[in-house]
């Protein structure tokens, strides 16, 4: 069957880069420093043919909320039916969102406590569905979608506000919406650090995954960073100690925070390596100037250091035009460069459904520039532009 979307797809490269990580040390902190000593990592691109699935196509991500497929198991083969239908080759599916878990994690591995989502019709849940994506031969991603983020009310949180991040004025509320608050975990702090590549090692060995995706929240909010910890840290520095309470945007402020954030994804990138290496590292932030001015996320390094197999970059607009003008931005050339990339389209919400010459304009964009891999922003959304089985 054809499909509207699979116009520009045969014309795809066929060749791209895999990244591997040789270790001979793990990861290390320095002492009074989150700065860490990779001993030695050496990283190249090597250029290989493309297995023959997963490489190219549409791919979508499954939510949580305004959907009921992680919690019906009708409403999961009706989704898993769809996707097949309509040829898509893969789809991410939460591990950590809204304050839960979304697979049984062991104690040793969840120190936090975090639960599973009550609304999951068993444990096993997630698992059953990954693997009847893998028999119908759908790359599994499994995203963490939460990062550091967590609910302002999340219970396993009680007593345990040393964890968080503050702002100048001392508070950890960060809201994402109206009426929706959220704080973030500080990645400066190791119980935070292990907490977070506990889960990541958890699920690549334990669940049938081919993807681990991380995002934006991988990051925090620029305005936070002035808890006693970060705060102290940074004062060591010899720009800290010039600059003991430097203004949330300032330029080498903003980047040794970022390279807090950074550290801490060459934490998880070492445990992957070592614990499930056949398990892809993939990001899915904004535009790098947005992503590190606003949550301190500097992807572009991430891929120079080679930290990641691949980015989703998600460029959601409401005119086409400004999809083209950030696909036409340096950072995102030099990015396809070094590693496979996608991009992550938004097919609408659940109260605002974008129109489908609109999407169909986002596809002749994309594919325009040679790049054959795209993922919708969510499913639900993405129904209304697609046949039903």
Not at 37 to 47: F, H, K, N, V, Y
Request: charged share 20%.
């Amino acid at each position: 069957m054809s499909h509207w979307w699979t116009a520009g797809f045969a014309e795809g490269a066929k060749s791209k880069h895999r990244w591997k990580l040789w270790l001979n040390d793990k990861a290390a902190t320095l002492a009074g420093s989150l700065l860490l000593q990779l001993l030695p990592i050496p990283l190249w691109a090597q250029p290989i043919a493309p297995p023959p699935a997963f490489q190219e196509g549409l791919g979508v991500w499954f939510t949580t909320v305004d959907s009921q497929v992680l919690f019906n198991d009708q409403e999961a083969k009706s989704a898993l039916d769809f996707l097949q239908h309509n040829g898509f080759r893969r789809a991410a599916i939460p591990l950590y969102t809204g304050g839960y878990l979304y697979w049984p994690v062991p104690q040793n591995h969840n120190t936090l406590g975090v639960a599973l989502d009550p609304q999951l019709q068993s444990p096993t849940s997630t698992r059953e569905l990954l693997a009847a994506m893998g028999s119908l031969g759908l790359e599994r991603v499994g995203w963490f979608e939460f990062g550091l983020m967590a609910p302002a009310n999340a219970p396993w949180l009680e007593g345990r506000q040393n964890l968080l991040m503050q702002d100048s004025q001392g508070s950890t509320l960060w809201q994402e919406s109206p009426g929706l608050n959220r704080v973030w975990l500080n990645p400066a702090l190791p119980a935070v650090r292990e907490a977070l590549v506990d889960w990541v090692v958890d699920a690549c060995t334990n669940l049938p995954l081919d993807v681990i995706q991380l995002d934006d929240h991988l990051g925090y909010p620029v305005r936070f960073g002035y808890d006693k910890t970060t705060l102290a840290l940074w004062r060591q520095t010899v720009s800290g100690a010039r600059q003991p309470q430097p203004d949330p945007s300032n330029p080498v402020w903003i980047d040794w925070r970022s390279q807090q954030v950074t550290d801490l994804l060459a934490i998880i990138r070492a445990a992957m390596a070592s614990q499930c290496p056949q398990v892809k590292l993939s990001v899915a932030p904004n535009p790098q100037d947005f992503s590190k001015a606003n949550y301190l996320a500097d992807w572009g390094q991430w891929i120079r250091l080679g930290l990641v197999d691949e980015v989703v970059v998600q460029i959601y607009r409401n005119d086409p035009s400004g999809l083209a003008g950030e696909l036409a931005q340096p950072s995102i050339q030099e990015a396809r460069r070094r590693v496979p990339m996608r991009i992550g389209l938004l097919a609408g919400l659940q109260n605002k459904p974008k129109e489908i010459a609109k999407l169909k304009k986002e596809f002749a964009i994309v594919q325009k520039l040679g790049i054959y891999g795209i993922d919708l922003f969510f499913y639900e959304s993405a129904r209304q532009h697609f046949h039903e089985p």
